[in-house]
Each structure stands twice: as structure tokens, then as C-alpha cells.
């Protein structure tokens, strides 16, 4: 699986969206791109995924480059509740491929 | 979405005993579950993937006879942690994959701490 860079820690004001942005600039054509949070102490929670166009849920939106090197997830109105490590992960879909997770980035959302 | 439950939450043993933990997909067929182990403050390492009715894979650096994973059927996957010592305490947590593979869901993980 490509590799993601993702920043350290992000905060962000309740409310506020959150937009958290993800590098993965060796990925493969055939390569998705996952997102998924852990809260403290839980395992984690898938949120949405995508191959090159944008995509939306009732958890968050995906926003993908068109060279599809980077993208950005997209809490619309944060809650406290959001406050978790997010998780970038690209992975071929339909194969029994791993999930590798790499550091994350912790966001924290602010009363 | 899709409901993976892992069994116990938390667990509390003495050195050198063996602890079982237990991971079911609750309302679909999982052909394929991965374990992981998390120390605090640390991303989740895959250690072993699961295969239904197959031996499973470790990753390197994985002792296959310390952490014995069982998948015998297609909703539970077993992890059985033997001998366990205190440098076996983490967190252990179970994904599943649906049936089109193209999603994972996870459990709510397993607490081990072992005196």
C-alpha cells in the first residue's frame, strides 16, 4: 500500500468544519483511499472512502485532487464528539488487503 | 453500518496464563478478519490476517505459536494469547471485511493487562 503523510494535530472550533488534508502522492491507479477515526480507548470507525471523484456521507465529505495525489476529509460541523485520531489509509478495494495504519492526525475540537 | 463485536472489553490476568478474545461479525459473513495490537500513544500494528477455514498469516516478527488465531467459522474469529507475560498487555482489536471487501469494520477492542 502507498504511504500517507499526514500532519501531527489539528484543532478546530466547535461548529467549525473540520478539514483535514492527507498526501499520498505514490498512489497506484487501482488504489482507494479510506478514512477512518479512532476515539481514545475504541476501535476504529470507518467514515468514507473514494477512488477519484468526491464523495459524501452523513459522516463527512471527501474531497480528492484530480491528480489524486492528495485529499482532504471534510467534517461539515464539528462536534466535541469528533474530537478523535483520523486515520488516512490508501488500499486496493475488492482484495483481502491489509488496512495499514500510519500515524494519524489528532484533532481536536474546541468549545 | 456493519456490527463487529469483541469479547471481553477488558481482561485482567496473571503472568503465564492464556487468554482467549473473541471477535464476531454480527450481520454478515466475514471470510477475512485481521488482528491488530495498539500500545498507548501508538497507531495500530497488524499482526496476523485470519482466513475462514485456513491457517492464518502472521506478520514478521509475530509469534504464531504465543498469539493462536482460530477462524473456524465465518462470523468468529479467535485470538488466544498463551503464556501471556506483562509485555503482552496492550490493546487487541479485530477488524472484519464484508463480503465485497470493500470495507473493514472494526471491534471495540480488548484491554489486556497481564501482572
Redesign the interface.
Known amino acids: 500500500d502507498a504511504k500517507t503523510t499526514q500532519p501531527t494535530s489539528m484543532d478546530c472550533a466547535e461548529g467549525r468544519a473540520a478539514n483535514l488534508p492527507c498526501n499520498h502522492s505514490t498512489i497506484s491507479g487501482n488504489e482507494y483511499v479510506y478514512w477512518?477515526r479512532?476515539i481514545h480507548?475504541?476501535?476504529?470507525?470507518?467514515i468514507i472512502?473514494g477512488l477519484k471523484n468526491n464523495e459524501t456521507n452523513e459522516m463527512a465529505s471527501l474531497i480528492i485532487t484530480e491528480d489524486r495525489k492528495s485529499s482532504t476529509l471534510i467534517l461539515p460541523h464539528a462536534t466535541l464528539r469528533d474530537t478523535a485520531v483520523y486515520?488516512c489509509i490508501v488500499r486496493v478495494?475488492?482484495?483481502?488487503y491489509?488496512?495499514?495504519?500510519?500515524?494519524?492526525t489528532l484533532l481536536t475540537v474546541n468549545p | 453500518g456493519a456490527v463487529v463485536s469483541q469479547h471481553p472489553s477488558r481482561v485482567i490476568c496473571k503472568s503465564g496464563t492464556s487468554v482467549k478474545i473473541e471477535c464476531r461479525s454480527l450481520d454478515f459473513q466475514a471470510t477475512t478478519m485481521f488482528w491488530y495490537r495498539q500500545f498507548p500513544k501508538k497507531s495500530l500494528m497488524l499482526m496476523a490476517t485470519s482466513n475462514e477455514g485456513s491457517k492464518a498469516t502472521y506478520e514478521q516478527g509475530v509469534e504464531k505459536d504465543k498469539f493462536l488465531i482460530n477462524h473456524a467459522s465465518l462470523t468468529l474469529s479467535t485470538l488466544t494469547v498463551t503464556s501471556a507475560h506483562p509485555e503482552d498487555s496492550s490493546f487487541y482489536i479485530c477488524s472484519a471485511q464484508t463480503g465485497g471487501r470493500e470495507k473493514l469494520f472494526f471491534g471495540s477492542g480488548t484491554q489486556l493487562s497481564v501482572l
Open positions: 477512518y479512532q480507548s475504541q476501535g476504529p470507525q470507518y472512502h486515520y478495494e475488492g482484495s483481502n491489509k488496512l495499514t495504519f500510519g500515524k494519524g
